[in-house]
């Protein structure tokens, strides 16, 4: 079975860059319905901040 990917749009504020701004995420749907980050327009992994990031946070807090 193939699995899904979906894109969502989060916007907030971003430490990194010190400014608001608006990320493209996808993220794939697993068998079990869970959701994975799969890919964001973003350093988010790799930035200083990804620990605390209020702005990606927001995805995290989507899933079920």
């Given at each position: 079975?193939?699995?899904?990917?979906?894109?969502?749009?989060?916007?907030g504020?971003?430490?990194?860059?010190?400014?608001t701004?608006?990320?493209?995420c996808?993220?794939e749907?697993?068998?079990?319905?869970s959701r994975k980050?799969?890919?964001?327009?973003?350093a988010?992994?790799a930035c200083e901040?990804?620990?605390?990031?209020?702005?990606?946070?927001?995805?995290?807090?989507?899933?079920?």
């Amino acid at each position: 079975m193939a699995k899904e990917i979906t894109e969502e749009f989060i916007s907030g504020f971003c430490k990194m860059q010190n400014q608001t701004r608006t990320v493209i995420c996808e993220m794939e749907i697993q068998e079990d319905g869970s959701r994975k980050l799969y890919s964001s327009d973003c350093a988010y992994g790799a930035c200083e901040h990804s620990g605390d990031c209020l702005l990606m946070g927001q995805i995290f807090a989507k899933e079920p």
